[in-house]
């Protein structure tokens, strides 16, 4: 039962739209329960009434005409207790509804299970038998699992059939989608699909530019992968014997077949598509047929299908798109973006960011709101490959994208991009001024960076200095560890621009969702595991190196500060600064005349906070990483969206942690900043000022916010929001104090500017 299981997800992943989708799943049902009828009800928001959409044993006219309210009927009792229902006659309980255009009432055996996806009612799934009878525990245990693994599947369906309907519809019909936040603003540009070359599932649909171009290129793509196959098997001929041999010929023979070559011509040439989106369909329909089948070897054959079918594609995908060749308003549109993808899109053409995966906590995210791009992330349902030269808006504030908006629509997302901007001038005309509440206390605003380009725009910016530079940056771009010799030439630069502000280098801090493609970490769970500090101190002459290149960096500055990442115990910060010490005593040897920078501790993980008081005494100051806290405290994975709507700075725990780490630093008699995501929401700059947190370290684009937020306020205000935040349980509640306290402010601009 698991296998078939297995197949019929697999079977409805692979469907091309919602129809095909339905129709495998009654069928393939129907055959592996070995019963009469299987059907299946949609919700459809439009009516907000469950209609038969599908059915494999009921009239066929009534499919689409027989339509239920949540709770009419037995489908209605099912969708409104969100819970299975199991009878031996239906006709007999109270709810009965008697359709007859269905012809069902010779069927007396009903079950029938919901269909939900992410807490979302989308259906039932039915199955009827003529006798009476109740279906046995594991056929209801089958139904609840097929249907709990289809969900997903069904709102993706949904999904392209609305993409896919916009050719036909009027000009002002338009596809709304719903994600999660990842970088505000707005962003209004044409889509472009970054994907990864030899995947056959990432290939977008294209209209192409000449059909008999495409298959000219098809058909010489197929005979450059027939001759590999020729030279493989020339190649074997002293390693197999000639039966199996034999393979590599019935490759041949399948690559120039009617259901391979010929079926994808036809694709490229009815369809209107390019080689690429043709050669997609036909393995797709080729393979759904082999693994069908009931013989293991037969089912085994669309493996080698796929395998064709990606050594074709790998012949007909060009080189990687050249700078010229993305639109002047880019939305770059991926199933799980990376920085490399979006370093490929000039900063200037870059509109947008929408991802399939991810969270507003995710590396690609945190780079977005670096660069003031706007972003959408966590979109699971959303049908990447369609949305290849698609108009769209990113509305990065509501967490929404608009696939091919009204000219209504459009003309208010407009109005809304120049009042943003207007607001960005505004606020960029204050920047360079300090950033001191109304009752005269001064709070430091620093930089985050990664990279040595974003010095200049963090000088420009009226930044106090770097908070938090991630020294991994320059591991992450080589082929190996950089010597000490490259890493004292990067840290240099960065000191000597800055100074005499100060500069806060983190030391290495790969794991988790950071990892060196030369030093590779596979773990169960990375962000539990072997990461930060624990790798440093586990190998000293990585950290050593590092150090001494710090170290020597600074010689004649006094402007270096050291901070070290994922300090979970004193025992670890003890062994940190005795590699330091050890690294300044080297350099003293060598006759180098260096002092000691001023040390950090991350605060990121809970025992930190408890033990705040007793790691800053032994470093001059605490910075509060409130990315991986929130992570660690709720026991969120911030990159996972299924969950993203617990992840929240404003958690009454997160705040309460906040509290204790800054009271556990000021009680040492040390200072203590925040340099996380956390800093650069509006709303939370109110409660970490109360919190009496010594300095911010926040994004470029986030700079001139804050520092408007801090002249708006007297620290005594703060201290009242964070008296009365504390007392509420919700953080939606928090969140709604804060607001309403910024737009009494005057800055109600910013609440729509908020990280939600």
């Known amino acids: 039962m698991l296998d078939v299981l297995q197949r019929i997800v697999l079977e409805v992943n692979s469907a091309e739209n919602l129809n095909q989708a339905l129709e495998i799943i009654v069928r393939r049902v129907k055959l592996a329960l070995d019963i009469d009828v299987c059907s299946v009800y949609l919700l459809l928001s ?40 199991n009878l031996d006659n239906a006709p007999d309980h109270p709810a009965y509804k008697y359709f007859p255009e269905t012809g069902e009432e010779c069927y ?50 949904e999904m392209i059939g609305e993409i896919g309907a916009m050719q036909t519809q009027a000009r002002n019909a338009h596809v709304q989608v719903k994600g999660i936040p990842g970088s505000s603003g707005i962003g209004i540009g044409v889509g472009v699909v970054a994907y990864s070359l030899a995947d056959l599932d990432a290939v977008p ?24 196959m020729e030279i493989i098997k020339q190649r074997m001929q002293d390693s197999l014997p000639a039966e199996e041999r034999l393979l590599f010929d019935a490759y041949i023979m399948m690559l120039g077949s009617e259901s ?29 047929s082999f693994e069908e089948m009931d013989d293991p070897y037969l089912r085994e054959r669309a493996s080698d299908l796929r395998d064709l079918g990606r050594r074709i594609l790998s012949h007909l995908q060009a080189p990687q798109r050249t700078p ?42 945190i780079l977005a709101r670096a660069m003031g791009v706007p972003a959408v992330m966590g979109m699971s349902d959303l049908p990447v490959t369609r949305l290849e030269g698609r108009q769209m808006i990113v509305d990065g504030y509501s967490g929404r994208i608009h696939i091919q908006p009204g000219r209504e629509l459009l003309e208010e997302f407009r109005r809304l991009a120049r009042e943003e901007r207007q607001l960005s001038e505004e606020l960029r005309a204050h920047s360079l001024e300090p950033a001191m509440t109304s009752d005269g206390f001064r709070i430091p605003v620093y930089a985050n960076s990664g990279l040595l380009a974003d010095m200049a725009p963090s000088l420009q910016s009226g930044a106090d200095g770097i908070g938090l530079y991630r020294t991994e940056v320059p591991f992450m771009i080589r082929d190996r560890f950089p010597s000490e010799d490259e890493q004292t030439e990067i840290y ?21 969702d950071k990892s060196l493609p030369y030093f590779p970490v596979k773990e169960d769970n990375p962000f539990l595991g072997w990461r930060g500090i624990r790798i440093t101190l586990d190998h000293p002459e990585i950290f050593l190196t590092q150090l001494r290149a710090m170290l020597r960096a600074s010689q004649g500055l006094s402007n270096l500060h050291i901070m070290f990442p994922m300090v979970s115990s004193v025992s670890e910060l003890k062994g940190a600064l005795e590699l330091l010490a050890r690294a300044r005593d080297e350099l003293l040897d060598e006759q180098l005349a260096i002092l000691m920078p001023k040390t950090g501790v991350m605060v990121e993980v809970p025992s930190a906070v408890y033990q705040a008081e007793a790691l800053a005494r032994r470093v001059d100051f605490l910075s509060v990483g409130t990315n991986d806290l929130v992570q660690y405290l709720l026991a969120v994975d911030r990159n996972n969206s299924r969950v993203a709507g617990i992840y929240d700075c404003l958690h009454p725990a997160v705040l309460q942690a906040m509290v204790q780490a ?25 409660l970490l000022l109360g919190m009496e ?16 937020v801090i002249r708006h306020f007297s620290r005594e205000r703060t201290q009242e929001l964070l008296e009365q935040s504390l007392c509420l349980d919700e953080p939606a509640a928090i969140r709604a104090l804060l607001n309403n306290a910024l737009v009494k402010a005057g800055l109600g601009g910013l609440v729509r500017a908020g990280i939600h």
């Open 693 to 708: 947190m010594d300095s911010l370290s926040v994004s470029v684009s986030a700079l001139a916010r804050v520092k408007w």
């Open 260 to 288: 391979l070559f010929d079926r994808t011509v036809q694709g490229i040439r009815e369809g209107n598509k390019w080689a690429q989106a043709a050669l997609r369909d036909t393995i797709r329909e080729n393979t759904r």
């Open 662 to 686: 800054a009271c556990g630093a000021h009680r040492a008699g040390k200072t203590i900043g925040v340099c996380g995501e956390m800093a650069a929401d509006p709303a939370a700059v109110l």
């Open 108 to 157: 007396h055996a009903f079950l029938g299970v919901p269909i939900i996806n992410a807490r979302r009612m989308l259906g039932v799934l039915v199955v009827q038998q003529r006798e009476e009878r109740r279906f046995r525990n594991e056929h209801v245990a089958f139904l609840v699992t097929l249907a709990a693994q289809l969900a997903g599947a069904i709102s993706h369906a």
């Open 324 to 365: 010229e060749d993305f639109p002047e308003r880019t939305i770059l549109v991926g199933e799980d973006l990376t920085a490399t993808q979006l370093a490929e899109v000039p900063v200037h053409r870059l509109a947008g960011l929408v991802s399939s995966r991810g969270t507003s906590s995710s590396h690609v995210a």
């Open 46 to 85: 439009e009516e907000n009434r469950l209609v038969l959409l599908a059915s494999d044993g009921l009239n066929p006219d009534s499919i689409g005409r027989v339509k239920l309210n949540l709770g009419e009927g037995l489908v209605g009792v099912v969708a409104r207790r969100s819970e299975p229902l």
């Open 492 to 512: 240099r630069e960065i000191l000597t621009s800055l100074d005499p502000r100060p500069v806060t280098l983190r030391t290495l801090d790969v794991g988790g």
């Open 205 to 228: 649909d294209r209209l192409p530019s000449c059909i008999e171009t495409e298959v000219t290129q098809f058909t010489q793509a197929v005979e450059a992968v027939q001759n590999e």
